[in-house]
């Protein structure tokens, strides 16, 4: 019989597909220099014309679907575009419910 595989019957994670990759690969989490994001982590960024219209249609919806919400703002780091939140300002309801 054969020998069985050393990653048989033990669950795979994306570092397991990282040193895969790279056999150097060491677990650290490294984060860019300007808005100490993980690198790993891949997000939209708004100096992409597709990613940018990918959130506009988000936001548009969102406006669309929640009344409550006044408005929205992108946020990004403004060196390198990445996404980092959403900001939301709901509206002001002037009734006063007793």
Request: some cysteine; hydrophobic content about 30%.
């Amino acid at each position: 019989m054969g020998k069985l595989n050393k990653y048989a019957n033990i669950p795979l994670d994306r570092d397991y597909f990282k040193k895969k990759d790279n056999p150097n690969w060491k677990k650290e989490k490294r984060l860019t220099d300007c808005c100490q994001q993980d690198v790993d982590h891949e997000v939209l960024n708004v100096n992409k014309e597709y990613e940018w219209e990918i959130i506009e249609e988000y936001v548009q919806k969102h406006l669309t679907e929640y009344s409550s919400t006044e408005s929205i703002t992108v946020v990004a780091c403004e060196t390198c575009g990445r996404l980092l939140e959403y900001k939301s300002v709901l509206v002001q309801n002037k009734k006063n419910w007793r």
